[in-house]
């Protein structure tokens, strides 16, 4: 492992809904079973909010005890290190496959017990190369010997690039993330069917940005707001009806009033 450690700078957050509907994805994760230990999050498009999101449920998961490891392997368009602040000279997972690097200086622990991370590293143009790696092999054999309670990799949008069904060989399960009202029901579908191909269980779908205006599908089980999180978690895949009707396949939700972009 490396020694230096990172410090993330986390957005302050005083929403208590926010804070339980993490807690809620976490739970719902945890009864996935046992062996679900590498789990994949991807989205359909790009700013559907995944990257936030598996952060947020990586440092839940860190702070009820469990070692975590977060893996940001969206090598072509990460947002951790601006996002949280992270300063200093790092190394990340492209340098590592790429052979530049090692395992030992790509995995640094943080100031949040529990919780450790591996950054991207910088840009590359052919990051599906890499993951076909045997190095990349090698990475997830390591990463496995250190004997995490949960893995949680950050992955490019599905619907945009394949790199996340070229990862899936390493995974346990996979975790969709959808923005309410923007992302199509075509586009959820097609990237439904690229999952199903790689034959890795797809433990659930995230609703997100979930509109939280007085009037809206959810505005009667929350107070206040305009834009907020929302969360269905792993039930059904029906897209037919209207758009307006497209949320109610999603039977579980907790939402908090929160911009995102």
């Not at 450690?5 to 809620?24: G, M, V, Y």
């Not at 940001?72 to 949280?84: G, L, M, P, Q």
């Not at 305009?226 to 009707?245: E, P, V």
């Given at each position: 492992m490396?020694n230096?450690?990172i410090?993330?700078r986390?957005?302050?957050?005083?929403?208590f809904a926010?804070?339980?509907?993490?807690?809620?994805?976490r739970?719902?994760i945890?009864?996935?079973?046992?062996?679900v230990?590498?789990?994949?999050f991807t989205?359909?498009a790009p700013?559907?909010?995944?990257?936030?999101?598996?952060?947020?449920?990586?440092?839940a998961c860190?702070?009820?005890?469990?070692?975590?490891?977060f893996?940001?392997?969206?090598i072509r368009?990460?947002v951790t290190v601006?996002r949280y602040?992270?300063?200093g000279?790092?190394?990340?997972?492209?340098?590592?496959l790429?052979?530049?690097?090692?395992?030992?200086?790509?995995?640094?622990?943080t100031d949040i017990?529990?919780?450790?991370?591996?950054?991207?590293?910088p840009?590359?143009?052919?990051p599906?190369?890499?993951f076909?790696?045997?190095?990349?092999e090698?990475?997830?054999?390591?990463v496995?010997?250190?004997q995490?309670?949960?893995?949680?990799?950050?992955?490019?949008p599905?619907?945009?690039?394949?790199?996340?069904a070229?990862?899936?060989?390493?995974?346990?399960?996979?975790?969709l993330?959808?923005?309410s009202e923007?992302t199509?029901?075509?586009?959820?579908?097609r990237v439904?069917?690229?999952?199903?191909?790689?034959?890795?269980r797809?433990?659930g779908?995230?609703?997100?940005?979930?509109?939280?205006?007085k009037?809206?599908?959810?505005?009667?089980y929350y107070?206040?707001g305009?834009?907020?999180y929302g969360y269905g978690?792993?039930?059904?895949?029906?897209?037919g009806?209207?758009?307006?009707d497209?949320s109610?396949?999603?039977?579980?939700?907790?939402?908090?009033e929160?911009k995102?972009?």
């Amino acid at each position: 492992m490396n020694n230096m450690t990172i410090s993330l700078r986390f957005p302050e957050n005083d929403d208590f809904a926010f804070t339980e509907a993490i807690k809620t994805l976490r739970t719902n994760i945890q009864f996935s079973g046992s062996r679900v230990k590498n789990i994949i999050f991807t989205s359909v498009a790009p700013n559907d909010g995944k990257s936030r999101i598996s952060m947020m449920l990586a440092k839940a998961c860190a702070e009820s005890g469990k070692k975590t490891l977060f893996v940001d392997a969206d090598i072509r368009k990460s947002v951790t290190v601006s996002r949280y602040d992270i300063s200093g000279e790092t190394v990340g997972l492209s340098q590592l496959l790429s052979g530049q690097t090692d395992y030992g200086h790509v995995v640094y622990g943080t100031d949040i017990q529990n919780l450790y991370i591996v950054l991207p590293g910088p840009y590359s143009p052919s990051p599906t190369e890499l993951f076909e790696d045997v190095s990349c092999e090698a990475f997830f054999r390591r990463v496995e010997e250190d004997q995490y309670d949960i893995v949680i990799i950050d992955t490019p949008p599905l619907g945009t690039v394949i790199d996340a069904a070229v990862l899936s060989r390493f995974a346990d399960g996979i975790v969709l993330v959808v923005a309410s009202e923007e992302t199509s029901r075509k586009g959820i579908k097609r990237v439904k069917e690229q999952i199903d191909r790689t034959g890795v269980r797809l433990l659930g779908v995230v609703l997100n940005k979930v509109r939280m205006d007085k009037g809206s599908y959810y505005s009667s089980y929350y107070y206040g707001g305009k834009y907020g999180y929302g969360y269905g978690y792993g039930y059904g895949y029906g897209y037919g009806g209207n758009k307006n009707d497209s949320s109610k396949n999603h039977k579980k939700h907790h939402s908090a009033e929160r911009k995102e972009n």
